[in-house]
């Protein structure tokens, strides 16, 4: 059964410093995973899907890596600022025909002025 | 191009009753998905349609069903509302296009059981 997890699980840095949010899962077996941000109570906004066959995306001040045989994946935010603040959740996608996402716990950022 | 919708915003029942919760799909987007996302136990997978049909379900009880609509717009019916079932549930789409299966999701309904 697939387990994802995210270290840590909160994390309150100060405006302009560049992070790394760790997301681990324990099958290899994947077919793509993607990075959403969740502002409280609302819906996800998606903010990269990296394939199993790639190693990385880029967008903007955001770039993803995968490493897919050693089941893990990270996120890393460039020059954060004030407006970074929310819950990253990392979810993977196990299969062609198996369209759920598996998401893992979370990383609740906070990036203060 | 609007994005995934989701009515109502909040919904407030008493345990015992049902509860039917709405989602439109990007415009051209056939598969649809139903997540729940209850305070301490992160987002689960609930419920996947295309094409009218449901593909996939998570591990709930058969209170919770749903279907699709000939425009690919979805409803979630929970029955027999249990205090538990207080969550945020949010919907997602997406479309297979060159092997992507992005999901975007929508704002969520909060459904709150007293």
């Known amino acids: 059964k697939q387990e994802v997890t995210q270290i840590p699980a909160a994390l309150s840095v100060p405006e302009g410093e560049n992070l790394v949010l760790n997301c681990s899962f324990t099958?290899?077996?994947?077919?793509?995973l993607q990075w959403f941000r969740q502002d409280p109570g609302k819906g996800l906004t998606s903010l990269l899907l990296i394939q199993s066959s790639q190693r990385e995306q880029t967008s903007g001040r955001l770039n993803a890596s995968l490493d897919k045989s050693s089941g893990r994946s990270t996120l890393y935010i460039a020059a954060s600022q004030p407006g970074d603040s929310a819950t990253y959740l990392c979810?993977?996608?196990?299969?062609?025909?198996?369209?759920?996402?598996?998401f893992g716990t979370g990383t609740r950022l906070q990036v203060f002025p | 191009e609007a994005g995934v919708t989701q009515s109502p915003t909040h919904l407030i029942k008493t345990r015992g009753q049902q509860a039917t919760l709405r989602c439109s799909p990007i415009?051209?987007?056939?598969?649809v998905y139903w997540y729940q996302q209850a305070l301490g136990l992160g987002l689960q997978f609930l419920l996947w349609?295309?094409?009218?049909?449901?593909?996939n379900r998570g591990n709930f009880p058969p209170r919770f069903s749903g279907r699709q609509f000939p425009n690919y717009s979805s409803e979630l019916n929970v029955n027999a509302l249990e205090l538990e079932d207080s969550a945020l549930y949010l919907c997602a789409s997406s479309l297979e296009f060159r092997g992507l299966y992005e999901q975007y999701f929508g704002p969520g309904t909060r459904l709150t059981v007293t």
């Open positions: 099958d290899s077996a994947i077919y793509n």
């Open positions: 979810a993977v996608r196990q299969g062609y025909n198996t369209d759920k996402l598996i």
């Open positions: 349609y295309d094409e009218g049909e449901e593909r």
């Open positions: 415009s051209g987007h056939t598969s």
